[in-house]
Structures are given as structure tokens and as C-alpha cells.
């Protein structure tokens, strides 16, 4: 739905605005990237919710944020770095611990490819 | 129709030298026997917190140095999510709008940019044959996961699969001299991808750029660029059209197989990662990291050209492998004035590299038994005349196969150039006497004859003659009597 409002006023009705509803196939592609299994009810909850983000968004982008920094962190911290200094790693055994079924060492998982 | 020009550009993965992994402190390895380097943060349990190496930081702000990057002022990490037994996070934490460098040049290509990211584990498929379930399975092993790696993208500078291949030496060859990772494209601490495309010669558009991949030696690179390219070719030619999609390079058989597309879903829904906060290079990071460099090949070839007056071959072939560039440089020093580094240049990169593979070995001429100063004082000797071209060449012949010193062995083997003109003259007349038809067809003006007399000579002398003075003083010599 292109966005309407034939007067040239500077609020959201005008504002550009990129179409941001979130329709069911989209939930589902994220879905099925992100591996989840969604009921109707669900998607149809996401799809409001998702738009709901999305408006915000517009809300924002409608803004003349010219001159703001883009915020990717809310915490006032850079260059968090350590020394390139080994630690212990942990025993094989304890690495393998959490594998369901290891073999020679290794994590043995279903072939990818066979997916 | 138009020819085809050929638009190659690359994507390069270094793996870093570090001693730890780019986020935890899990010794890096290669070869060990599996998962004996894995930590709670690197096999991704719940509820770690990632930490960046800034010994990785400090090796890619010097490759950025070394590409001619712009560094971005303030850079952050983004987590690329796929779902693949390498990647135990379900994530990859890389860079993406906000690459570490861009922007950069090497040679006569210009670096698109430069981020830093984190390497995924190793799969071991294991085929099917003789299972009971009939079904396959991977092998992860995560003693790789997590070690630090610098994209390289460049812009689609390159126009031919040699060029690709002679670009990417390069590149090695200068990620190497800044001591910052292995470069084994055997082991993988150097990995190289090829974006290819094809279109008609002049135009300025690009065309449907295919990727390839799974090319580990600079050879199989060239040889599956060339494939793709010729495929590509056939195909715009007989009127097709280019599919974008990923291709493996089968190194047996030069053959390309298409990656499922499956395999290719690249919705990888980039967002900032949380744990990890700004990457700020200070001041003091990015001088260090200039002052670090050591001169580069790049450099190195553009310094022997403008200031040396060698060919742009000639500097090429001395300044790439810096073991190379410092026995020439020691050589011509050793020389002294009295010989043009252009004429040590073409010994080193000519009679010598030709005299070391007469030999049979393999070895450089950093490597050979022939010291700098030994092929120095063999070039100024051949240069003041003192032996002649021939005997120079049979003096090194000696000197790749012992060592030693060229006087020495000039004095051994009699090889001093006759000096005495009067010796040299009655050698010439009685050349003269023992080939008449040959100087009756030159008296006659057939010049090429002369090379009897000449050969006459050298035989006589046994190459210890200057092959220019013979030719002077059999000329006047023919001249007199006819006159």
C-alpha cells in the first residue's frame, strides 16, 4: 500500500516511507532461516508484531537524524581487547562431553549435505 | 560480435599468525589430532562472552597499511547467521558495513576493502559406501574454529586467469613479508576465490559474475579461472546467458560442479554483535602499524625501476622474494661504480638464474655456493675487460658448483684474457691464412663470413679473447692486405 496524503506536511502520513508490513510469507522465510517451527496462530502473532517493530522504525526514520552517530551499542566502551596470550583449553574428553556421538575425536553430526 | 574481455576480481582469506584464536584464548594449530583446542567459547556453550585478540587487530591494521587502506575510525563486528556444523554459534562474527579497512591499492588493483572475522571449524564428510544405515555423516573438528582471518576483497581489476594468478602471488608475497600469517594456500592459511564474469570488449557494464572456489595452489587457480572463463565464453557466444552461482573447482580433471543452491541461501541477516563493542584504532595503533612495515615488494619493484634503470621485468623477478632483492642489492654494493646495477641485474636474473638450473637444483641464487661478492667481482671482471664473456660464463659455471673465488679460479684455469695485442695478431693472421675462403668472401662484402675467421680464433685462444677486439683486428688486418 503506497502511502498516501497529498498535503505537503512534514509528518509521519508524508514522511518517506519504505513499505514495512510484514506479510505471512515473509515470517515464514525468516522462520525457516532461523529454523523454526511456527503455528498459523504464531505467525500470524509474529506478522503484527514484526509490523509493529517496522512502524517504530518508520517513526525513527522520520526523523532528521542528520547529524546523530549511528548507536550499534548502548554501552559508552571500545576497544575491549585482550592480550594474545594462550589459555588452557579444555581436556578432549570434556570438549566431547556434550557430543551425542563422537567418533575419532570428533563431533560425528548429520551430513549437511544429506540435510 | 565484440570480443570478450575477461573481469576477474578476487576475494582472498589469510588466516593470521596469531598465537591464540580472534576471540578466545585457545592456542591456534594446524595438523593436531582434533578438538584439542576448543574452550566454552570457541565450541559456543551458553552464556560466553567473546573477547578480540588485539595482537589480531594489530596484523590486519598492517595489512590494511600495506593495501593502502583508509582504516574506518570506529568499525564494529556484525554476526552473519547460517546454520552449518562449523559454525557452533549459528552465527559467523564478522564485518560488514563497516569494514576495518577499505579502499587500498596493490599494485595496479584496488582493494575494495579488508574486514577481520573469525574462521569456522573443519568438516570431514564421510561418504555413505559400507554404512548400515546407508545414510552419511560429518566430522567437526573446532581446533580451527574461531582462528583469525582478514577478508581481502578487490575491485574487478584483473583481465586475465595470468594476471589473477601473478596478482595473488603478489599479494602473498606481501602478506608474507609482513610476517602476519603462513600464506599456505596448502594448508589454508591462504585461501583464494575468483569472481568471474565475461563481456563484450570496451564495455564498461558487468557482466553475470559466477564464484569460484576450492582453488589451493596459484596453478589450480589460474587453470580453473581459465576453465571458467572458457566456459563462460562458449556459452555468451552460442547466445546463453550467464547464471550467477557458486562452482567448485575439481583440480583432477579441470572441471567445475556447481554448489547446490541449497548451499548458496545468502540471507545471512547481517546485525551488530551485542558482545563486542567498537573498534576504535587509536592513533598509536595505526603509526605502529606503518612503522611496522618492512619495504614490500610493490615498493621494492618501483624503486629498482626509478632508481636502479632496471626493466620492469628484471625488477620483478629481483624484488618479489626478498631473499632475492637482498642478494642483488649486496651484489650490486659489492660491485661498486665502476658497474651499473642494470648490468648485475641482468647476471643475476640471466647467466646466473640460467647457470643454477644448468645445475639441476632448485635453489635460488640467495641459496647458491655463489657469495655476492664473488659474482660481483666476476661481473667487474668481465666488465674491465680482464675475461671475456665466455670465460665469464665458465667461471660461474664453476662457482655454482663449488663456491669460491673467480680470480682464483681464472688463474687456475688460465682464462685471463689475452692482453698482449701483438700475441692476438699473429693469432688473427694465421686465422686468416687457414681460412682463405672465408676472407675472400669477406674482402668480397659478405660481413657473415667472418665467423669462421672468428671461430678460428676463439678455438685458438680458447674463448680468452675479446670477441669484439677479434673482430676489430681481423677487419684491419683484411683491410690492410687488400689495400
Known amino acids: 500500500m503506497a502511502s498516501g496524503g497529498g498535503a505537503a506536511r512534514l509528518d509521519l502520513e508524508t514522511a518517506p516511507r519504505i513499505r514495512r508490513v510484514i506479510d505471512r510469507e515473509q515470517v515464514l522465510h525468516v522462520a525457516r532461516l532461523a529454523r523454526l517451527g511456527l503455528t498459523d496462530a504464531e505467525v500470524e502473532t509474529m506478522a503484527g508484531e514484526l509490523s509493529g517493530i517496522l512502524e517504530h522504525v518508520d517513526r525513527i526514520a522520520a526523523l532528521d537524524l542528520d547529524d546523530v552517530e549511528p548507536t550499534s551499542h548502548v554501552v559508552e566502551l571500545e576497544n575491549v581487547l585482550r592480550a594474545d596470550v594462550p589459555h588452557e583449553s579444555l581436556p578432549k574428553d570434556v570438549a566431547l562431553a556434550s557430543a551425542p556421538d563422537p567418533v575419532d575425536g570428533a563431533f560425528r553430526v548429520p551430513s549437511p549435505q544429506a540435510e | 560480435m565484440a570480443e570478450l574481455e575477461a573481469v576477474i576480481g578476487l576475494e582472498i582469506h589469510v588466516q593470521l599468525a596469531t598465537r591464540t584464536k580472534m576471540f578466545c584464548g585457545c592456542e591456534l594449530s594446524f595438523g593436531d589430532e582434533p578438538n584439542v583446542h576448543t574452550c566454552p567459547v570457541c565450541l559456543a556453550h551458553p552464556g560466553v562472552l567473546p573477547v578480540t585478540n588485539e595482537q589480531a587487530i594489530r596484523y590486519a591494521l598492517q595489512i590494511a597499511a600495506a593495501l593502502e587502506c583508509e582504516v574506518a575510525p570506529r568499525s564494529i563486528f556484525h ?27 596493490l599494485g595496479d588493483v584496488r582493494i575494495h576493502r579488508a574486514h577481520l572475522e573469525e574462521d569456522a571449524a573443519k568438516t570431514i564428510h564421510v561418504g555413505d559406501s559400507g554404512r548400515i544405515h546407508g545414510s552419511s555423516a560429518s566430522l567437526v573438528d573446532f581446533n580451527r574454529g574461531g582462528t583469525p582471518l582478514v577478508e581481502i576483497v578487490t575491485e574487478p581489476d584483473l583481465r586475465s586467469a595470468a594476471e589473477a594468478a601473478s596478482w595473488a602471488r603478489l599479494l602473498r608475497e606481501t602478506v608474507r613479508q609482513l610476517g602476519v600469517s603462513d600464506v599456505n594456500m596448502e594448508e589454508g592459511s591462504l585461501r583464494v576465490d575468483g569472481n568471474i564474469s565475461v563481456r563484450p570488449a570496451g564495455s564498461e ?9 576450492n582453488m589451493n595452489s596459484f596453478r589450480f587457480l589460474e587453470r580453473g579461472i581459465e576453465a571458467e572463463l ?77 632508481q636502479m634503470g632496471l626493466a620492469e621485468d628484471t625488477a620483478a623477478l629481483l624484488a618479489t622474494d626478498p631473499a632475492t632483492a637482498a642478494y642483488f642489492e649486496q651484489t650490486a654494493k659489492e660491485a661498486g661504480k665502476g658497474v651499473e646495477p642494470r648490468v648485475v641485474a641482468n647476471w643475476v636474473t640471466g647467466e646466473l638464474a640460467a647457470a643454477l638450473r644448468q645445475d639441476g637444483g632448485d635453489a635460488g641464487a640467495a641459496e647458491s655456493k655463489v657469495e655476492p661478492a664473488a659474482l660481483a667481482a666476476l661481473v667487474a671482471m668481465v666488465q674491465e675487460k680482464k675475461i671475456s664473456n665466455s670465460s665469464g660464463k665458465a667461471v660461474l659455471a664453476t662457482l655454482v658448483a663449488e663456491g669460491g673465488d673467480p680470480a682464483a679460479i681464472v688463474d687456475r684455469e688460465g682464462l685471463a684474457q689475452i692482453s698482449d695485442s701483438g700475441e692476438l695478431e699473429s693469432i688473427v693472421a694465421a686465422a686468416i691464412e687457414a681460412n682463405p675462403d672465408a676472407a675472400e668472401q669477406v674482402r668480397a662484402g659478405n660481413r657473415k663470413a667472418i665467423g669462421a675467421i672468428v671461430g678460428f680464433v676463439m678455438k685458438q685462444t680458447k674463448g680468452r679473447a675479446d670477441g669484439g677486439e677479434i673482430n676489430r683486428l681481423i677487419e684491419a688486418q683484411l683491410d690492410a692486405r687488400a689495400g
Open chain 2, 230 to 306: 572458457a566456459r563462460q565464453r562458449e556459452l555468451v557466444e552460442a547466445g546463453g546467458t550467464v547464471a550467477q552461482e557458486t562452482l567448485h573447482f575439481n583440480p583432477s580433471d579441470a572441471s567445475l560442479t556447481p554448489l547446490r543452491s541449497k548451499e548458496e541461501a545468502h540471507d545471512y541477516r547481517y546485525f551488530p554483535e551485542p558482545d563486542l563493542v567498537s573498534l576504535v584504532p587509536t592513533e598509536e595503533m595505526l603509526r605502529e602499524a606503518r612503522e611496522s612495515l618492512p619495504e614490500l615488494p610493490a615498493a621494492r619493484i618501483e624503486r629498482y625501476r626509478k
Open chain 2, 79 to 105: 554476526r552473519k547467521n547460517y546454520f552449518y556444523p562449523d559454525s557452533p554459534k549459528a552465527y559467523q562474527i564478522s564485518q560488514y558495513d563497516v569494514p576495518l579497512a577499505s579502499n587500498g591499492r
Open chain 2, 205 to 213: 557494464e558487468l557482466g553475470t559474475k559466477t564464484e569460484l572456489k
